[in-house]
């Protein structure tokens, strides 16, 4: 029997090796998959490379007429050379070229996955712009999967969807989290500990994603330097997209010597073993993954109150919403878990029992198998 092709499209090979891997596994039983992306900056995962066609492809995040103009021809190119049945888009730039590529040579089933808005802080000009974008996004695909009930509340109340367009699947992420992966470990603990020169009494405040000023990271270090406790360090992992090192110098020694600044890596699980906290104050987000990730290795969540991230935690249950923005609110929030050992820990067994219950990677895998299942029949 030959299998119906789905050709996946996305910015950047990151949003597949951290999101799409199991999606991956189980999609490649059932389909011929073909995938776009751009690999400048990070390689493809080995495994997914040996289940899928894989074409690179230069989209990148910022607008660049020449190479984008490019990169839509290659686009057409690949989809007219290719033919495939369904064509996934994720990531906005992805989304944008791609569907009206996917239009042009008369794909039937467009599907676009939102997982977040450029636009939400954006005024003036700018917002109207990407926010057009998006909903010519939404003209073009014939399906929209959204990441979370409250994003796609949002998109809503903004008039990007319509009633009744759009589906969250399960409870919703783009792709839960793999239990077997992400787990506490006191081998993984001590071992963490011991490189960053951290005794395993003292505590550990864990940031973890890209580095911008949209993740929240000043507001995060402002917070960090009034916190009185001495036995406490914030720790961050990700990508550095703002010379993040350079802008710590403003801070005394005593604060900066607490700050551990590391770079991307491969295994976030290993860091979330080793932490007591979770913090991430952005200005913007989807349905965070990371803090489904820190639930499943035990740990609570400080986050801010924005949209996308209500559907993470529950507050004063398994985690604390802190006002966006508010570095006084975020410090509190901070201090409030880390100086009660009992309530720590039960936000952070709270928060493990939910993702056990609602975000098993697994089910979300076989809920997008299933959906695309309804699409080609």
């Not at 009494?201 to 890209?210: A, H, Q, V």
Request: a positive charge; aromatic letters at 10%.
């Amino acid at each position: 029997m030959i299998k119906k092709k789905l050709l996946i499209c996305t910015s950047s090979s990151i949003t597949i090796n951290s999101f799409f891997y199991n999606h991956i596994k189980i999609l490649s039983k059932d389909y011929k998959l073909i995938l776009l992306t751009n690999t400048s900056k990070f390689p493809l995962n080995d495994e997914i490379l040996k289940l899928i066609d894989f074409y690179e492809i230069p989209i990148l995040r910022k607008i660049n007429f020449g190479i984008d103009l490019l990169t839509f021809f290659k686009l057409i190119f690949l989809l007219l050379q290719n033919k495939p049945d369904i064509v996934l888009t994720v990531t906005p730039k992805a989304g944008l070229l791609a569907q009206i590529a996917s239009f042009l040579t008369l794909r039937k089933k467009r599907v676009h996955f939102f997982t977040g808005q450029v636009w939400a802080n954006y005024k003036g000009f700018k917002m109207i712009f990407f926010k057009s974008i998006d909903r010519l996004i939404c003209l073009l695909a014939t399906n929209i999967l959204v990441d979370g009930k409250s994003q796609q509340d949002f998109l809503l109340k903004k008039n990007i969807l319509n009633s009744g367009e759009s589906t969250v699947l399960l409870q919703g992420s783009i792709c839960g989290v793999d239990l077997k992966k992400f787990k506490a470990s006191k081998k993984m603990k001590i071992l963490i500990r011991e490189k960053c020169g951290i005794k395993e009494n003292e505590k550990i405040i864990l940031f973890l994603g890209r580095f911008n000023r949209d993740k929240g990271i000043y507001d995060l270090l402002s917070a960090f330097a009034k916190i009185k406790r001495n036995d406490t360090y914030l720790l961050m992992v990700g990508f550095d997209e703002d010379n993040l090192s350079n802008k710590i110098e403003v801070f005394p020694k005593k604060i900066r010597k607490k700050i551990i600044i590391l770079g991307h890596n491969n295994n976030p699980e290993f860091y979330l073993a080793a932490a007591d906290i979770l913090c991430l104050p952005s200005y913007r987000e989807g349905f965070a993954t990371v803090v489904l990730e820190a639930a499943a290795c035990k740990l609570p969540a400080v986050v801010s109150d924005i949209y996308g991230m209500k559907d993470s935690i529950i507050h004063k249950k398994t985690g604390l919403f802190f006002k966006t923005g508010n570095i006084k609110d975020l410090s509190k929030s901070i201090e409030e878990i880390l100086s009660n050992e009992p309530f720590r820990k039960k936000l952070g067994l709270n928060s493990y029992n939910r993702i056990r219950k609602y975000y098993d990677s697994k089910k979300i895998s076989l809920a997008l198998r299933n959906y695309i299942h309804s699409l080609i029949n």
